[in-house]
């Protein structure tokens, strides 16, 4: 009987080598971890449960009948992260350069199909040279396998993917379906075609870096959320951010233990506006006071940096923040800030993520570039966002809130539960200087005039109000105290129920 444990023994031990110690030396000589490493890092200690450890390939072609590794090119099982359950696939560069073969394709799949029978998120660790070459159309069929699923799963349980080394090709667009990536910097990149390709047909020349690398990605394309130092920071964040999502669709967001009272009021908040409507003034200062213990995790920090988006908790229980950030651009929407904050609230809507929205927005960026490139349609992304979401609504508008972007920006108008504002705040179409240089054009010779027109405007719109008197801002409310109204709102909203008519789906504006 021993013999025979020894042997099932043995045969892990094999599998756990991949392949081999020197492709293992290789992989560490890049500052990467294995693929089990990896696992062991994101993991509760000892709680991974490996599956399909001795699978193996089936190509017999180009001399592969003879190079089987158990498991193939990828590590599949199930684990915890403080406690709560999570599937995870981690592609082991060691056997063929991690490339998807089709029994690699099977094994993600039969996790991906069981995490959605148990209502669990799914994390991906991509390190791989894309389809197994030769494997021909069975690996490229094993991809469309794994794309099927994550459409399937998209909205039922959240999918995060961690780029850890290449991906190419069309491997690419697997971790694009999913909710969230993370890269790692100089040691990730993602791209459909690579740098020679690119030389080739358009003559640019580009490193892997420029084409699709972390910084690249996580700044200018916004395919990655966020760009992480190395593996372990990265591992790391992750399972912080895990922390702060439900498990499935039909669950409600996570609660944890927290000992911030959600009464405490800050009283700096009285003064963060600044009384020069031009100055620009930090809104991570009004997210750090308002969530709990300033835990704040925010996603695309370095992309559309005039919108904010990211995960905290009030009351122990996740939300998500959208906050307009008058640092840069003074808080305007642009087509990248708009498609940001749209898939954000998208995601918290699916997730029965409460959201709450900071606003001081001057408005849409005007200009040919954002015309031509489609403000219009990306613009109706967010607002579009915004009016199906069924989650709890709360905004807190400190300062402007212009024309549509005031619309946009989670107003009464598109269904949000709890409109506040700050006794600082300007809801008009547009700031007075605008407005009376179109409705008193005539005057526009005699400043005297013009500067009692717009004194008249500024006297009238530049508060909240007149909103207020018209019920779109449920209550004006002091700075300090944002915090605890913020809570007793989410506290109400918290068995909120809102049903929409039937459909198939809606046909959101792509
Ligand atoms: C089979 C592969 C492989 C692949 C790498 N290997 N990619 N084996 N299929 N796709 C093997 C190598 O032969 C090598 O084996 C080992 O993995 C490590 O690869 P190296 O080239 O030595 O590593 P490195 O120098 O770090 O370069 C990594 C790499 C490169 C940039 C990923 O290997 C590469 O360019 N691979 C091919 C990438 C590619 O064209 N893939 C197909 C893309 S198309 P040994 O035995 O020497 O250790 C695609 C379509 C998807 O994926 C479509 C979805 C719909």
């Known amino acids: 009987m021993r013999q025979i444990l020894e042997v099932l023994e043995e045969k892990r031990e094999r599998a756990r080598l991949g ?3 020197a492709r293992i030396d290789s992989q560490h000589s890049k500052g990467r971890l294995t693929a089990r490493e990896r696992i062991e890092v994101l993991l509760d200690p000892g709680s991974f449960e490996e599956v399909d450890m001795f699978v193996e390939h089936s190509c017999n072609d180009f001399g592969m009948a003879d190079q089987r590794t158990p498991g193939d090119s990828v590590v599949t099982g199930s684990g915890t992260i403080n406690g709560r359950l999570v599937y995870v696939f981690s592609q082991d560069f060691t056997v063929f350069g991690g490339s998807l073969s089709e029994a690699h394709s099977e094994k993600i799949c039969k996790i991906m199909d069981e995490a959605v029978r148990v ?3 799914v994390i991906g660790i991509n390190d791989s040279g894309g389809a197994r070459i030769q494997e021909g159309v069975a690996s490229l069929a094993g991809y469309g396998d794994v794309f099927q699923r994550n459409i399937e799963s998209s909205g039922v349980v959240p999918q995060l993917s961690l780029i850890m080394g290449p991906c190419a090709g069309g491997a690419v667009y697997s971790p694009a379906m999913t909710d969230f990536i993370f890269m790692v910097k ?6 459909v075609t690579g740098p020679d390709v690119v030389k080739t047909v358009t003559n640019e020349t580009v490193t892997q870096e420029q084409l699709g690398g972390a910084i690249t990605h996580s700044t200018k394309s916004s395919v990655a959320d966020l760009a992480l130092e190395n593996d372990i920071e990265a591992l790391m964040q992750t399972r912080r951010f895990f922390d702060f999502l439900p498990l499935n669709s039909r669950e409600a967001p996570p609660q944890v233990t927290t000992f911030d009272d959600p009464e405490r ?21 009004l997210i750090k006071k308002t969530v709990d213990e300033g835990d704040f995790f925010e996603l695309q920090p370095g992309h559309a940096p005039n919108l904010i988006i990211g995960f905290g908790r009030v009351e122990g229980r996740t939300v998500g923040i959208v906050a307009n950030q008058p640092m840069h651009l003074a808080g305007v929407l642009d087509i990248n800030a708009a498609k940001k904050g749209a898939r954000f609230v998208r995601f918290c809507d699916c997730y029965n993520i409460p959201i709450i929205t900071f606003v001081d927005v001057p408005g849409f960026l005007p200009g040919v570039g954002q015309e031509h490139s489609g403000i219009i349609k990306h613009g109706a992304k967010l607002l579009f966002a915004y009016g199906e979401a069924t989650v709890p609504k709360v905004t807190v508008i400190t300062r402007k809130a212009y024309g549509g972007a005031y619309v946009v920006m989670a107003s009464k108008h598109l269904k949000a539960d709890v409109n506040y504002a700050w006794p600082t705040s300007e809801i008009a179409v547009m700031g007075a200087k605008g407005a009376v240089e179109i409705i008193f054009r005539k005057d526009i010779g005699d400043p005297e005039k013009i500067e009692a027109r717009t004194k008249e405007y500024e006297d009238r719109f530049a508060n909240p109000f007149v909103a207020a008197s018209k019920g779109v801002i449920d209550e004006v409310i002091m700075p300090h105290s944002t915090r605890r109204r913020v809570a007793h709102a989410l506290r109400r909203l918290k068995t909120k129920r809102e049903e929409r008519p039937w459909k198939k789906h809606n046909n959101l504006p792509l």
Request: aromatic share 10%; net charge negative.
């Open 119 to 121: 209502g669990c998120p």
């Open 19 to 21: 392949g081999g110690q």
């Open 186 to 191: 100089d040691s990730s990149y993602m791209f």
């Open 265 to 285: 009021v800050e009283m700096s908040l009285d003064t963060l506006v600044p009384p020069n409507p031009n100055q620009p003034y930090d809104m991570h200062e």
